[in-house]
Nanobody, 124 residues
Framework: QVQLVESGGGSVQAGGSLRLSCVAS?????MGWFRQAPGKEREGVAA????????RYADSVTGRFTISLDNAKNTVYLQMNSLKPEDTGMYSC????????????????????WGQGTQVTVSS
């Protein structure tokens, strides 16, 4: 069992930046960030293979968000720049022991472990 703890959420104005962190209690092979806005389904934002640094981003965040790793700390980060009101939501970290195939990296159902989430609110 892997426990995940997120931090770094908050409220910012459009165009601002936030950095989310997620600390895992153990080593995993795939980690990702997901978000859910009120009334909408959870969607994948970015994910990474921890041993190869293979990364996938959702089209909506490409060029604005960056996912990165510190394997020594079992920590994954999500740097979010040029934030938009539509980025508002509950951001959750997820992890899995498997090396999830690249084409399904952003599917929430593929991940076994989830954090409690951290709220991100972007005002216009």
């Amino acid at each position: 069992q892997v426990q995940l703890v997120e931090s770094g959420g908050g409220s910012v104005q459009a165009g601002g930046s936030l950095r989310l962190s997620c600390v895992a209690s153990g080593r995993t092979n795939t980690m990702g960030w997901f978000r859910q806005a009120p009334g909408k389904e959870r969607e994948g934002v970015a994910a990474i293979h921890t041993r190869t640094n293979t990364i996938r981003y959702a089209d909506s965040v490409t060029g604005r968000f960056t996912i990165s790793l510190d394997n020594a700390k079992n920590t994954v980060y999500l740097q979010m720049n040029s934030l938009k009101p539509e980025d508002t939501g509950m951001y959750s970290c997820a992890a899995d022991a498997a090396i999830i195939a690249h084409e399904i990296l952003l599917r929430p159902g593929r991940y076994d472990y989830w954090g409690q989430g951290t709220q991100v609110t972007v005002s216009s």
